[in-house]
């Protein structure tokens, strides 16, 4: 008989503080645990204001606004050791790839991607993983960034 591995499609999202994990979708619920901020927690399950996780292998809620933003990227990028094109690179991440934001400073998102921690120039980032419209480009700034990819 064949084994098969069983492909995962989990998503996991980064809590931005020390996050109550509650027993039920309100403040008032009991909380089974204190997340650490900057923790990894594995969605489940999102309506309104509230996210099922898994911490831990304990399940319960906890509140959106305290975890990672997801983006796509819309065009192959370097993730970068700090928020300046000139630091180095610490990975190549690929067109559509799904990033979580942890914060924004300027023109630049401090991100996980692939469990390596970095930042991405924002301009390439976008909700859906499509290219911003062409009057949103500022020509310097592309070339730029394509001068120095190549």
Excluded at 13 to 26: E, I
């Amino acid at each position: 008989m064949k084994n098969y591995k069983r492909e995962s499609n989990s998503i996991y999202k980064y809590t931005l503080a020390n996050l109550n994990l509650r027993s039920s979708k309100s403040t008032s619920g009991d909380i089974i645990t204190v997340i650490p901020q900057g923790s990894k927690v594995e969605i489940l399950d999102g309506a309104e204001d509230w996210y099922e996780v898994i911490y831990n292998n304990q399940r319960g809620y906890v509140y959106n606004q305290y975890l990672s933003k997801t983006k796509y990227t819309w065009t192959d990028v370097f993730l970068r050791s700090f928020p300046t094109s000139e630091s180095n690179s610490v990975a190549l991440v690929p067109d559509k790839s799904m990033v979580q934001v942890l914060s924004s400073n300027g023109d630049w998102d401090h991100v996980i991607f692939n469990d390596k921690e970095g930042y991405i120039f924002n301009y390439f980032l976008s909700d859906d993983g499509n290219p911003p419209a062409p009057s949103r480009v500022p020509e310097k700034i592309i070339l730029s960034f394509w001068i120095r990819k190549l």
